[in-house]
């Protein structure tokens, strides 16, 4: 749908233009209109097309659960609020389901799925009480974030 859409934009440039600026703009949308979004706009006096490229928003969420018996989980996803109630439904067999795990206490954005994968690792390295003090800077009752969420 973006390859149709970007022949006909690039049939709007006018004729002063290079063919090679045609086929690099058509390069250009066939790689990255997976990830990226094109908004068209008019450049001297409607004559050419310009493409301007923005990157789609995308977070990712570390996360803590806790029980009412005290047990943590720590985990990363890409919707927060999918998978804390996939959590609280019980709906995935694991830990945070055989341990009850079902209080979202803390969590952290991030722009990107690798820092937020490392962050993810290196919490779980963490002793309980390293974990304990990084949950009560930000939420010293341990209330539970999910409903802020919605």
């Known amino acids: 749908m973006r390859f149709v859409s970007s022949i006909a934009l690039c049939d709007k440039i006018n004729e002063r233009s290079e063919p090679w ?23 001297r006096d409607n004559a050419v097309i310009a493409c301007r490229w923005e990157l789609m928003e995308r977070t990712f969420h ?10 943590l989980y720590a985990g990363m996803t890409s919707n927060l609020v999918r998978r804390v109630q996939e959590h609280q439904a019980k ?7 055989t341990y ?19 962050r993810e690792k290196q919490i779980k390295t963490w002793a309980r009480w390293k974990k304990v003090a990084l949950i009560e800077t930000s939420n010293p009752r341990w209330k539970d974030l999910s409903a802020e969420l919605r």
Not at 21 to 43: F, N, P, Q
Not at 91 to 97: D, S
């Open 62 to 71: 570390v996360y803590i659960l806790a029980s009412e018996s005290g047990v």
């Open 91 to 97: 709906k995935i067999p694991g830990f945070a389901r």
């Open 21 to 43: 600026e045609c086929r690099a703009l058509l390069v250009a949308v066939i790689v990255v209109s997976t990830v990226r979004r094109c908004r068209t706009h008019s450049v």
């Open 100 to 118: 009850n795990v079902t209080k979202l206490v803390w969590f952290e954005t991030h722009g990107r799925a690798s820092s937020a994968i490392g």
